[in-house]
Each structure stands twice: as C-alpha cells, then as structure tokens.
C-alpha cells in the first residue's frame, strides 16, 4: 500500500468521534507523520544531526559562511545547531541575523524543516550580551524558593526569544553529591528533594503551558545520567552507582522534570558501572522510555558519541560508536564539529545494521518537539527589547533572587550588621570581580572573559563603596591569579574598622575546572592568615562553585558569608547583607565539608554516624542564619496510625522571635526508623519559606505522600514497608506508625 493511503486512513479512523482538542493534536501528529513518510533517509538522518556553529562560521565581520550553511542544511539536512559564534556572547541584533539567515535557507529546503538552535542559557540567557544573568542554580537551591526559580525560567525563555533563540540545555538535574566536581555549582545541590522541586519550577516558568508560545520555549534535562558522582572527582571520570543507588538518588530528579514537560534530554558525557552514558540502553530505554515514560527527544552531549571509541574504547571504530549510540536510544547527536555521524548512519541503514524503524522512531521525536515548539508555524516576530529584555523587573527579580541565595553562616557577637559609616578594608581576589560573581557559561563558556562583562553591574568592592557613607579602602590584584601584595593589605588594615576578606574561586566549568583538592590556594592562606595577625575584625565573603575548605580562616573570622555564584547582582546583594539592607534568608543546599576528604552528606547512613564516624561538616545541609531569630514549635501529625496509602498532615508552628522582619524555610524531615534496606538518618520531605514580621507565629501544614514514606527495596523495586517512622522539623520531633 502506498504510504500516503495509509496516512488518510489513519487520519479517518482518528476522527471518529474526537474532540476539538483531540483533534488538534492529532492534526500535529498527522503533519509529523506526513512529513516522515515523505521523508528521505539523508533527510531523515540530517534532523538527527546537530552542529556546532563553528561549522558554518564565516570570516571577519561575516557571522555566517553562505555557502557553508546551504551545505549543512540544504545537502546534509541538519536538524539542529549549537552554541555561540566565537565562543562569545553576541548582541540581541546579531542573534536576529544568525536565525534569520539559517531561517531563510531552511525555507529553500525541500520540506521546510526549521533547524532548531540549541544555547547554553543556564543561569539566564548567557549568551547575549546585557542579559538578565541569575545566580547559578546552586545558589537558587540556596534559596529555597521555588518561586523563584520559575520567575528565572520564565525571564530566561523571554530573554532568549528575544534573540529568536528557544532550545535551552537546562535545568540541570544531576544531584550535585561530588563537592570536588566543577560542575557543582550548575546543580541545585545534594538533596534529591530540593532538585525535583526548583528544577520543576523552573520548567514550569519557562514552558508555560503551551511551549510554543511567543515569550516560551524548549528545556532540556541534564545529564541523563549518573553524572554528577564522579568517583575521583574529576569532571568526565567514571561514576560507580549501584542500581539501587540511581534509582534512590539520581533517577528521581528526572522523573520529576519529564513530569513537569520537559521535552528534551541530554545525555551523561560520563560513564557509570564501566557503561559509557551514551552507550547505556537500560538507562537509556528501558528506563527513561520503559519506565519514566519519556516521549521526546534524548541529544548526546558535545562530541560524545565519536568518544565511544576515541576515549572509552567500547566501540571498534567510529561507525561502531554510531551505532551502539543510536541503538542504546540517542536521538540526536551533538556531533558537532563534522558530517560524520550523518555519513556513517546512512551507511548503518544501508547495510541493514541499523533498522529504518529507529531511524523513525527518532526522527519522530524529533519533529514533533519541533512541532511542539511551534517552529512549523513559521518563524514569528522575536519578542520586543523594550518589553522582554533585560527589563527593570527582570533585574529586580535578580537582585532578589541573589539576596535569598546567600548564606550567612556565622555572625559572632553580631558583629553584621555593619554601620553604613564603618571604615572598611576590602581585600582578596574575589573582592572586585564581576566574572568570580557568575562563574562559567558567563557570556563566554569558562566565563573568564573579562572584556565582556558589562560596564554597569557592581562588584563587592562596588556595591560597598556606593552604600558606604565612609571610605572604603581596596586593595587587591588586577585579575584573580595577581598575588595581593600583603604588606600593603595589613598596612591599609590599621585604620579600619572591619576588614572585608574575599576569598574563592575563579570561574571555571567542566573539565577545566578540575582540582586536586578542595583546600584554597596557598595565597589566600596566606592573605588571611596576616590579615588576622592584625586583630581587626574580619568579616569572610566566600564566592565560587564548590565549597573550598575555609575551617580555619572561618573560626578566626567573625563573621562568614558563603555567597557562592550569585550573579550579575551578587555585588549588590551581598553589600546589602553586609549593610542589613537585606536580612539574609538562604540556606546551605549542600553539606559544607570541614576537611577535604570528609565527605559526609545530610542524609547519610546510620552507620556513618555510628562509634568513631559522625557528621561534622563546617557547616551542614540546610544552615543559614538571619538577622531575626525563629522558632518552630508545636509540631504534630493528624494522627498517630495510618493505614498503608494513606496521606500523612503535618503542622508546625514557626515564630519570628527577633526584632525586625525576615523569611525562615521550615525544613521537614523524615526518617523510617527501621527497614530491610539501611535508611538514611533523615531525609527532606517538605519546606516552605515564609515572610514574618517580628513576633508573628505562622501555623504551616504539609502532607506527606506514600512516595515520599518509600524507598527502593532488596527486589530494587520502590515499596513503603509498615512501621514507624519520625518526623523532624527544627528542634522538633514526632512519630508515627503504618499498618498493612
Ligand atoms: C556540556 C553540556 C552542554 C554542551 C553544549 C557540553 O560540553 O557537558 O552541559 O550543554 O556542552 O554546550
């Protein structure tokens, strides 16, 4: 039978008796399957085919080689291209032209397929020049507040749409359990709970409920998975998880963002159990499609196939790699530099190696979150600058975003606030830099690119001496690795009231950013050490992506701020916590380890806390103190029994003791108190932030689900085993009981 005979009998049977809305979609998937089945094979493998842009660059003022790309899309059909010219942002201007230009060949195409351009934009649209660049999500954990992180999505998808941008590889949802992994801080943290809940609300603000909207577009969830727990702690190095082990800490995350409709996946660049990430059909299939359900498109990561055999030696050649990848379920591959992988897969199919049916089956994915993404309906006008870039809300919303993500952690004798007429010492290689702010993928990849920064954004330094209504005295080198000249900096301290020390990391990501240890370089040692050889008092201001170890500088400072990445605002945020402009309300979303190699996180083992072993980090999982102080009390749950499924309420109350307004996330924890299968001490269930004015008590309830009671079994399937388990939310606790 002819194909387009089948395409008009399943479009009549599909309309028997179907609603408007039913109808809809199925016109969608109709157009979806129409265009396979005129689909050639080279047009089918070009949609599963992304590019680096590289490929098509032009020369000088050029962006784009004309000829270069009428042979990426018009002979090899690419589906897809990636990443920034030059590997630098570019003017919301330049991004028009660029999707203008690759627009304008597609339409000379056979079959008009869009290419759909994938960005980096994981803390804002990073990539276009003046941005709106947010915390990075280890901050936005910071904040427990998942209100926010939707705002995030939703400006972020705004901002990229003005550039006639849409596909985002983010939200990241690796847990981040590696302190030593430079990819941390691209992570809402260690907790499983915490990760689910903002990168949902992050899919949510930037989706919507309809992808193709004006001002909406594309997520992506990374790294599928297993990334995130390098074993040497070093990016890209091999992960050792057990099955029971994903499942309980690393599949969750996932699940929770193919539950909140992201239509996309990249793969782990990694390898787990000595299965490379891109080679892994149980994950890849048998999970994420067999399990999780997921309907849309799974994208290698750069270059990631190819490393198959260039790096793991588990394909023979590079055809082989092709073929183990588009087997294991890559839907499309970021190849990115060349038509390899388009060769190759022609002749996989050709030879009968790889059946048309999963070329199909990709493809289709393929189409349809183009379709979802509205690229069928023609290229629609970019969003308005005035209205959707960069906007005095959009910077306000930073700004506060940054504020709730910082963390202070110690406040001896109060020494914080300061008064606006202190004389203060400034000093260390964080203290005056927008990029150490930001960290990577900063309008540049490493975002070390100094030159782009933006002119009229503040650094530490800045935002201090515009608040000051004294001097504020600098001292530092002109870029991170300058050594200090220390002698000046202890000279400079004997007039001041305070000294300001910051400390931390320059930008990095990746696999350039891999350290041998978490202790911070010998130079800021030694700053520190002469600093507080002076006995003034110092306040300790730590930015960067992981948590260098800073126990000895942090017990002779009086006061700690971890500000981590907290954006192109941070330098604000942190002078109005320095200042108590702002009361400071973030919390530790990791554990802060005390010692490089005791790594203990929140939610250990019994055993790990047991005869010689304890958790004893610097600082642990959740901490963060207020100006104002908070009280929970009154914890209860609506009764003592339950039967198996049934909900669990929890109330609490939380009362702000202190003296002027603050927010308090109410934490709450679970612990099953025995079970066939060893049970972390306590677990995060619930939280809630809430705004309190001094003396206001809030009463807050939280309902418990059966899934939240469960854990994966001997058999590695989830089950909630009948017993007794413990509820802790403060100093407080409570237990209850469940029966068959
Ligand atoms: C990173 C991904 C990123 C991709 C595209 C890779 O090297 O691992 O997180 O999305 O590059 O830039």
Redesign the pocket.
């Known amino acids: 039978m002819h194909i387009r005979t089948i395409f008009i009998m399943t479009l009549s049977i599909a309309m028997v008796g179907c609603s408007v809305k039913n109808l809809e979609s199925s016109q969608q998937s109709n157009k979806v399957e129409m265009l396979l089945a005129t689909m050639t094979l080279e047009e089918k493998v070009g949609q599963m085919t992304q590019i680096d842009f590289s490929v098509i660059a032009g020369q000088g003022d050029e962006l784009i080689d004309q000829a270069k790309l009428i042979d990426a899309i018009l002979t090899r059909h690419v589906g897809s291209i990636?990443?920034t010219p030059n590997n630098k942002a570019q003017s919301v201007e330049d991004w028009r032209k660029v999707i203008h230009t690759i627009n304008s060949v597609t339409e000379k195409s056979r079959l008009k397929i869009p290419v759909l351009y994938g960005i980096?934009a994981i803390h804002g649209a990073s990539y276009t020049k003046n941005s709106t660049l947010f915390p990075q999500a280890i901050n936005m954990a910071a904040t427990f507040n998942p209100e926010l992180s939707g705002k995030e999505g939703e400006i972020t998808a705004q901002e990229i749409r003005v550039s006639g941008l849409q596909w985002n590889?983010s939200p990241v949802m690796d847990i981040g359990r590696q302190p030593l992994w430079s990819r941390l801080w691209e992570t809402y943290g260690e907790d499983v709970h915490l990760a689910s809940v903002l990168g949902s609300a992050y899919i949510k603000g930037y989706q919507g409920d309809d992808i193709s909207a004006p001002n909406k577009g594309l997520t992506c969830l990374?790294?599928y998975v297993g990334y995130s727990v390098p074993n040497n702690g070093k990016d890209r190095t091999p992960a050792w998880i057990s099955e029971r082990m994903l499942r309980e800490y690393f599949l969750p995350s996932f699940e929770a963002g193919i539950k909140a409709g992201s239509p996309t996946i990249?793969v782990n660049?990694g390898e787990v159990d000595g299965i490379p990430g891109h080679a892994n059909y149980h994950y890849l299939t048998t999970i994420l499609r067999g399990e999780l359900g997921f309907k849309g498109v799974a994208v290698s990561?750069?270059e990631d196939i190819k490393r198959l055999y260039v790096r793991d030696k588990l394909a023979s050649s590079p055809k082989e790699a092709v073929k183990i990848a588009v087997m294991a379920g890559v839907d499309m591959s970021?190849v990115p530099f060349d038509y390899s992988f388009y060769d190759l897969l022609i002749e996989l199919v050709k030879s009968g190696e790889v059946p048309m049916a999963r070329i199909d089956e990709a493809v289709r994915r393929i189409l349809t979150v183009k379709d979802q993404a509205g690229l069928f309906k023609g290229t629609p006008l970019p969003l308005s600058v005035d209205e959707y870039f960069a906007t005095q809300a959009s910077t306000a919303t930073n700004l506060q975003a940054a504020r709730e993500s910082i963390v202070l952690a110690k406040n001896s004798q109060n020494i914080l606030p300061l008064k606006k007429d202190a004389k203060i010492l400034i000093t260390g290689p964080t203290a005056n830099s927008l990029s150490v702010l930001n960290g990577g993928w900063t309008l540049s990849w490493q975002g070390d690119n100094d030159s782009l920064l933006p002119k009229d954004k503040l650094t530490v330094y800045g935002a201090l001496q515009k608040k000051s209504t004294s001097k504020v005295t600098y001292i530092g080198g002109a870029s991170f690795g300058d050594k200090i000249d220390i002698k000046k900096a202890v000279e400079a301290a004997k007039d001041q009231d305070i000294i300001v020390l910051c400390l931390g990391e320059k930008p990095y990501t990746?696999t350039m950013g891999n350290i041998p240890s978490l202790n911070i370089d010998q130079a800021q040692v030694e700053l520190a050490n002469a600093l507080f050889a002076t006995g003034k008092p110092v306040v300790l201001v730590i930015l960067g992506g992981r948590p260098r170890i800073i126990t000895e500088q942090a017990e002779n400072a009086s006061a700690v701020l971890l500000g981590f990445l907290p954006g192109m605002e941070g330098g604000v945020a942190i002078a109005d916590i320095l200042y108590g402009d702002y009361n400071p309300n973030g919390k530790l979303p990791i554990s802060y380890p005390r010692n490089t190699n005791d790594i203990v996180l929140y939610d250990h083992k019994p055993i790990e806390n047991f005869d010689t072993n304890s958790y004893t980090p610097l600082y642990p999982f959740g901490h963060g103190l207020s100006y104002s102080q908070f009280k929970t009390s009154g914890l209860t749950i609506d009764k003592p029994h339950y039967k198996m499924g049934e909900p669990i309420h929890i109330s609490v109350n939380v009362t702000n003791t202190g003296s002027i307004k603050g927010k308090e996330t109410v934490l709450v924890y679970l612990n099953d108190m025995a079970a066939t299968v060893t049970r972390p001490n306590k677990q995060l269930k619930a939280f809630k932030k809430v705004e309190l004015n001094p003396q206001q008590k809030e009463n807050i309830t939280f309902t418990l689900t059966p899934n939240d009671l469960s854990f994966i079994g001997v058999d590695l399937k989830r089950l909630v085993e009948p017993g007794d388990f413990k509820v802790m939310v403060g100093s407080e606790t409570a237990q209850f009981l469940v029966t068959e």
């Open positions: 990636l990443n980096d590889f990374k790294h990249m660049s990561d750069w970021m990746e």
